[in-house]
């Protein structure tokens, strides 16, 4: 049975990897002719991560999902102590991507290789955080956890609502930023010019 808390998880788990690629995509593609475009859309990115999957979406893993699980299938206390270190440490990872990121912009391409070693790192720590999540934790959660687990799991997460999934309705706080990184982004990443 598909709960709807497991769906919601990996819908807003495949949101943010697509927004991680086409980070990726764009700091790898570079400014070219408009850095101030450039360096906005990626602003744009990097707000978005700190702001909807560090603040809303993992603290309900931490504090609902997590706890569940470790109790009712020890095996999976190593990995959920390696997802929560992460947690814990990924605000101020997304913090230190966008100073470094506004140190390019500001002092120049002397600052660029640091933010691109950085977001590298950034970015493969994180799609492999959301794999441990999906190929552990998840099917762990489906075979240990209760009706009653899954159902004060679903209305927590129902609440999240995370625009970039395109399957809910359009919340007018994310949607400005949602619309905002798709209009200026160049193509394939959103409709911007290139």
Not at 49 to 58: G, M, S, T, V
Not at 136 to 151: E, F, N, Y
Not at 176 to 182: D, E, K, N
């Amino acid at each position: 049975m598909a709960h709807e808390s497991i769906r919601i998880i990996r819908d807003e788990h495949a949101a943010l990897a697509a927004m991680l690629r086409s980070l990726r995509l764009m700091f790898e593609r570079g400014p070219g002719d408009e850095p101030e475009s450039f360096f906005d859309v990626l602003r744009a990115m990097l707000f978005y991560i700190d702001e909807f999957p560090e603040r809303l979406h993992h603290p309900k893993e931490s504090e609902l999902l997590f706890p569940r699980v470790a109790r009712l299938a020890p095996d999976t206390l190593d990995v959920i102590a390696r997802l929560e270190k992460d947690h814990a440490q990924g605000e101020s990872a997304v913090r230190e991507l966008q100073h470094l990121l506004l140190a390019w912009e500001l002092v120049g391409e002397s600052r660029r290789p640091a933010f691109e070693q950085s977001a590298k790192k950034y970015l493969d720590f994180y799609l492999e955080h959301m794999r441990l999540e999906e190929m552990v934790i998840l099917p762990a959660a489906q075979k240990v956890l209760s009706d009653a687990d899954w159902k004060e799991l679903d209305a927590a997460f129902a609440t999240n609502c995370d625009p970039l999934t395109g399957k809910y309705p359009r919340d007018p706080v994310y949607d400005r930023l949602f619309t905002h990184i798709v209009m200026r982004a160049p193509a394939p990443i959103g409709l911007g010019g290139d």
